[in-house]
C-alpha cells in the first residue's frame, strides 16, 4: 500500500469489514498471513501488504488513528501524505510546482488547460451520488470518507492526483516544453495530456489503480483494473481522435503509472520498432520526454505548438 486513494484499505487487505471487531481482525491477518507467507507458497508482494496492513489497523490504538484519518502506525496526521489536504486542489497558488521551485524564477513549460480538472468533477459526482443526493458533504476529501467508499470511487480521485503529478513534473522541465491538459477526444472521452518537446510530440495517460499492474499480449492487465478495461486500446483511440482532430501527428504514446504499480522504469508494449504505447513509471517520466527513449529526428515545435493551439479542444 502506498499512499494512494486508489490502494486497497487495510481491512480491504485483510478480507473483513471496516466493522470487524478486534477478535475477527486478529483472525483474518492469521489466515491472510498464512496464505500469503513465502514459506508456505504465498506471494511475497501480498504479505508485505497483509503485513502494513495489520502495522495500521493491528492494534487498538492504531486502527483508532487510522480510522479518524491518520495513518496510524506512522503517527501523522490527515494533513499528511494520505491525508485530505494532500488530496485537495490547491486552487490559491501553482500546484504544479514543488515549493522549491515556487521560490526560484526558472522558466518552467507552457501549460494550457486544467490537468485533473474532469477527473475530479467525475470524481465529486460519483461521491455525491454513493453519499446520497440528499445528504450534505461538509469535505469530500475527508480521508474517512473517502476511506470508507467503494475502491471505484477512490480510484477516481486516484487519477486526478495522477494526472496532477504528472503535470508537476512536466512543469519542471523548462520553457522549452508545451503541455495541453485534458484534451476533448470526441466518443472517446479525453486524452489527459499532450506533451510536446524538442524529441516529439507525446500522447499522455496517467493513471493509478492502486495496485501492481503488468503488460500481457499487449495490453496492461490487474487485479484492481475494471471489467473490460483496456487502457493501452483506449489511449490508442484517444490520441487518433485528438491527431484526426488537430492533424498533427504524435510521436508516441505513454501510459505514466506509480513506481509501485511495475518494476521497470519503461516498458514497451508492441515491436521496438514501432511500439504502440510505453508503459513509464512516474520517476522515469522526465527522461523519457527528454529524449532518452524517442525515436531518431525531432520536430518543428514551433509549428507543431502553433497548430495545436489553433486546433485543441479542451474538455
Do not use: C
Request: charge should be neutral; hydrophobic fraction near 35%.
Amino acid at each position: 500500500m502506498t499512499d494512494s486513494p486508489a490502494d486497497a484499505t487495510p481491512y480491504e487487505v485483510l478480507g473483513v469489514p471496516a466493522t470487524a471487531d478486534d477478535d475477527e481482525l486478529r483472525r483474518a491477518y492469521r489466515r491472510a498471513a498464512r496464505e500469503s507467507h513465502p514459506d508456505l507458497g504465498g506471494d511475497a508482494r501480498r504479505f508485505r501488504l497483509v503485513q502494513i496492513a495489520w502495522e495500521r489497523v493491528g492494534t487498538p490504538a492504531a486502527r483508532r488513528a487510522y480510522d479518524a484519518g491518520s495513518r496510524g502506525s506512522s503517527g501523522q496526521g490527515a494533513s499528511g501524505p494520505s491525508g485530505g489536504s494532500a488530496w485537495r486542489p490547491d486552487s490559491g497558488r501553482d500546484a504544479y510546482a514543488p515549493p522549491a521551485a515556487r521560490r526560484d524564477a526558472r522558466p518552467r513549460a507552457r501549460s494550457h488547460g486544467h490537468p485533473g480538472g474532469r477527473s475530479r468533477e467525475v470524481f465529486l459526482q460519483a461521491e455525491r451520488e454513493w453519499v446520497g443526493l440528499g445528504d450534505p458533504i461538509d469535505d469530500p476529501y475527508d480521508p474517512t470518507l473517502i476511506r470508507s467508499a467503494p475502491r471505484h470511487i477512490r480510484r477516481l480521485l486516484a487519477e486526478a492526483l495522477a494526472e496532477e503529478a504528472t503535470a508537476s513534473i512536466v512543469s519542471e522541465m523548462g520553457i522549452g516544453v508545451t503541455v495541453w491538459h485534458d484534451l476533448d477526444a470526441g466518443a472517446e472521452g479525453k486524452l489527459d495530456h499532450a506533451v510536446l518537446t524538442p524529441s516529439g510530440l507525446w500522447a499522455v495517460e496517467s493513471i493509478d489503480w492502486g495496485a501492481a499492474v503488468r503488460v500481457e499480449h499487449g495490453e496492461i492487465v490487474g487485479e484492481t483494473l475494471a471489467p473490460g478495461e483496456r487502457p493501452v486500446k483506449e489511449l490508442v483511440r484517444a490520441a487518433r481522435a485528438v491527431q484526426k482532430q488537430t492533424r498533427v501527428r504524435f510521436t508516441g504514446r505513454l501510459l505514466v503509472v506509480p513506481d509501485s504499480a511495475v518494476d521497470e522504469d519503461v516498458q514497451l508494449i508492441g515491436s521496438p520498432r514501432k511500439p504502440t504505447a510505453l508503459v513509464v513509471r512516474r520517476s522515469a517520466l522526465g527522461q523519457v520526454l527528454g529524449g532518452v527513449w524517442s525515436p531518431e529526428g525531432s520536430v518543428d515545435v514551433f509549428e507543431v505548438r502553433d497548430r495545436l493551439q489553433q486546433t485543441v479542444r479542451f474538455v
